[in-house]
């Protein structure tokens, strides 16, 4: 089990950038066992997949609405993973959440993670 925030969201006019860092702590074990991924929900919609990583950041997975957009990464060093989202659009605009998974792979599902950060708010507008 393991803690995580995220920070970074906030209100950005179309075609901006923001960067979403998701800090992890408290598993009782180094950060780098943990797949990570990111999913965004949008008032009304199911949680929705954005992007996942592995645990050493050497493979990843986009959905294809922000494929080329978005890029996730991470810092083990530092127990963060990231995404950088560029050329944001209105239909971007979600609450967007870490979730983690102690096994090397790229897990696409929400259901398959077993920790979730608290959300943070992303919205689109100008």
């Known amino acids: 089990q393991v803690q995580l925030v995220e920070s970074g969201g906030g209100l950005v006019q179309p075609g901006g950038s923001l960067r979403l860092s998701c800090a992890a702590s408290?598993?009782?074990?180094?950060?780098?066992?943990?797949?990570m991924a990111w999913f965004r929900q949008a008032p009304g919609k199911e949680r929705e997949f954005v992007s996942a990583i592995t645990t050493s950041g050497t493979a990843t997975s986009y959905a294809a609405s922000v494929r080329g957009r978005f890029t996730i990464s991470r810092d083990n060093a530092k127990n963060t993973v990231y995404l950088q989202m560029n050329s944001l659009k209105p239909e971007d605009t979600a609450v967007y959440y870490c979730?983690?998974?102690?096994?090397?792979?790229?897990?696409?599902?929400?259901?398959?993670?077993?920790?979730w950060g608290q959300g943070t708010q992303v919205t689109v507008s100008s």
């Open positions: 408290g598993s009782g074990h180094t950060f780098s066992i943990y797949s």
């Open positions: 979730a983690a998974k102690n096994i090397n792979g790229l897990f696409i599902a929400a259901s398959q993670h077993d920790d």
